[in-house]
Structure formats: structure tokens, C-alpha cells
């Protein structure tokens, strides 16, 4: 079982549906990130969670809208969204936020994902 | 330059085989260097982090890290079948972590 979990797995929505993809980390780290995968190209940071503040929104559209309620918990608000917005998106968590110099810490680990469908 | 590059197609290797995967980066100050498996549908799994040049192993897995050079590669030994998968390359540098493409690897019983 992971230490990371994400739901829901699966999501189909429409172009003007608003969903949530959300993501709890059992492993009491510091740092959460969001990611997306698409097929064939290399993942691809969205956003990056040091203990509840927003470090980094890697020019992501703003249909896509995170939330960090708590170091545990991250969310991905979705509206309006686009066809080529389907793909894995993926939770990730770590102990310390990257840039802290070479350590075990910087170690992320992923949830399971969230396969999302635009339709 | 791409941030981290795994250019190598397809790999397919025998059975018990050693499979060979070789990773560049551009970042002459990146610290942190890890290997990630990725089943077909599934999320990257850690399977080795190393920070220091020269070889570290675990298990079947080595992983090599030349920073002169700039290049990290994982060594799998007695390739099983269960050992097909994607294997992504990350390269931790300017405050962030940045991966490869893949490289897939098929072995062959």
C-alpha cells in the first residue's frame, strides 16, 4: 500500500464540468507535489507544495487550480477543462522540498495517479 | 539541451541478461540522481537514489553516477521478466526535480 493515495483513479468529465482530484500522504513529509503525464513525453511538474505554501506553479493554465489545506492534503480544483488536458495527473509527496542539498529527503514518492478523461 | 535526456529506444534484452540504461543532464550542479520504474498503467516507483560518483548497487540494481561527465546510468543484472518496464531517469537541480522520457525496457524469456 502505497503512502500516498489519490482519488478518485478514474474521471471522465466534460469541457464544462468542475471536478477535484484529490491527495493524501500518510508519511508525514513536508512537501507535495502535483504532476502530469501524458503519453510520450516526460512528466511534467505543475505545482510544488512546501509545507502548505506554493513554491512553484510551473506556468500552468489557470483551469487548473491547487489547494493545500494542510501538509497532509492537496488538491486539484479542474474546470473547464480541455481534451489534451487528459492524462495521468499525478500526487507525489517528500520529506524535504528539493534544493536541499543532496539528501535522502529529497526522495518523492507518487500515489497511484488519477487517470483523467476530457470529453 | 533538454534538462534530462534517456534517448535510447526500445530495449530488449534476454532473459538473466544485463540491461543497460544511460541518462544526460545539463544541470552541472544537480545533486541529487534517482531511478524510477514505471509499470504500463501504473505510478513511478523509486528504485535507487545516488548523490556521490562511482557505483552504488542494490540487489540487481547498480546505479552509476559520473558528474564530470554528466551522465547517470542503472545496470540491471539477471534481467527477469518482471523487470519489463518503464525506467525513468530524475535529476534533482535548481530547486526542482526534472525526468527524462523513459526508456522501456522488454525481457525476453
Known amino acids: 500500500e502505497t503512502g500516498v493515495t489519490q482519488t478518485p483513479r478514474h474521471l471522465v468529465m466534460g469541457m464544462t464540468n468542475k471536478k477535484s482530484l484529490k491527495c493524501e500522504q500518510h508519511?508525514?513529509?513536508?512537501?507535495m507535489y502535483w504532476y502530469k503525464q501524458s503519453a510520450k513525453k516526460p512528466l511534467e511538474l505543475m505545482f510544488v507544495y512546501s509545507l502548505e505554501e506554493r513554491v512553484e506553479n510551473n506556468s500552468v493554465p489557470s483551469r487548473f487550480s491547487p489547494e493545500c489545506p494542510n501538509s497532509s492534503h492537496l488538491f486539484l480544483h479542474l474546470h473547464t477543462l480541455q481534451p489534451e488536458d487528459s492524462a495521468l495527473y499525478l500526487c507525489?509527496?517528500?520529506?524535504?522540498?528539493?534544493?536541499?542539498?543532496?539528501?535522502?529527503?529529497?526522495?518523492?514518492?507518487f500515489g497511484e495517479g488519477s487517470w483523467l478523461t476530457v470529453v | 539541451q533538454k534538462e534530462v535526456e534517456q534517448n535510447s529506444g526500445p530495449l530488449s534484452v534476454p532473459e538473466g541478461a544485463i540491461a543497460s540504461l544511460n541518462c544526460t543532464y545539463s544541470d552541472r550542479g544537480s545533486q541529487s540522481f534517482f531511478w524510477y520504474r514505471q509499470y504500463s498503467g501504473k505510478s513511478p516507483e523509486l528504485i535507487m537514489f545516488i548523490y556521490s560518483n562511482g557505483d552504488k548497487e542494490d540487489g540487481r540494481f547498480t546505479a552509476q553516477l559520473n558528474k564530470a561527465s554528466q551522465y547517470v546510468s542503472l545496470l540491471i543484472r539477471d534481467s527477469q521478466p518482471s523487470d519489463s518496464a518503464t525506467y525513468l531517469c530524475a535529476v534533482q537541480g535548481n530547486n526542482r526535480l526534472a525526468f527524462g522520457k523513459g526508456n522501456q525496457v522488454v525481457v525476453i524469456p
Open positions: 507525489a509527496s517528500s520529506q524535504d522540498f528539493p534544493g536541499a542539498g543532496a539528501s535522502s529527503g529529497n526522495t518523492i514518492y
Open positions: 508519511l508525514g513529509h513536508n512537501a
